[in-house]
Nanobody
Framework: QVQLVESGGGLVQPGGSLRLSCAAS????????MGWSRQAPGKERELVAV???????NYADPVKDRFTISRDNALNTVYLQMNSLKPEDTAVYYC??????????????WGQGTQVTVSS
């Protein structure tokens, strides 16, 4: 019903930057919210950032001053600009989306994940 394609992960040194992107496709009437979660080795998955239909944004405290979530509504794409990366940011990052389908049903989907490694 809904497909998510993530890209932008990789290896970066501490202090560096990466930009993740996630494009949603399928039978989408509208997007309610798009966001990113992550799971670091040995840690629980946490929600990193979310942007909602009206444009409001929320960030997890550890990334609040360093990451920026944005979207391109025409492309059904969400971005996560990650600056001043720290080793603690190393994790698998997952795109997630809640869409309104053509039948009026809200539907949630998740991407396959993209690895972000911050290391010297």
């Amino acid at each position: 019903q809904v497909q998510l394609v993530e890209s932008g992960g990789g290896l970066v040194q501490p202090g560096g930057s990466l930009r993740l992107s996630c494009a949603a496709s399928g039978s989408i009437f509208s997007i309610n919210a798009m966001g990113w979660s992550r799971q670091a080795p040995g840690k629980e998955r946490e929600l990193v950032a979310v942007i909602r239909r009206g444009g409001s944004r929320n960030y997890a405290d550890p990334v609040k001053d360093r990451f920026t979530i944005s979207r391109d509504n025409a492309l059904n794409t969400v971005y996560l600009q990650m600056n001043s990366l720290k080793p603690e940011d190393t994790a698998v990052y997952y795109c997630n989306v809640e869409v309104r389908l053509g039948n009026g049903i809200d539907y949630r989907s998740w991407g396959q994940g993209t690895q972000v490694t911050v290391s010297s």
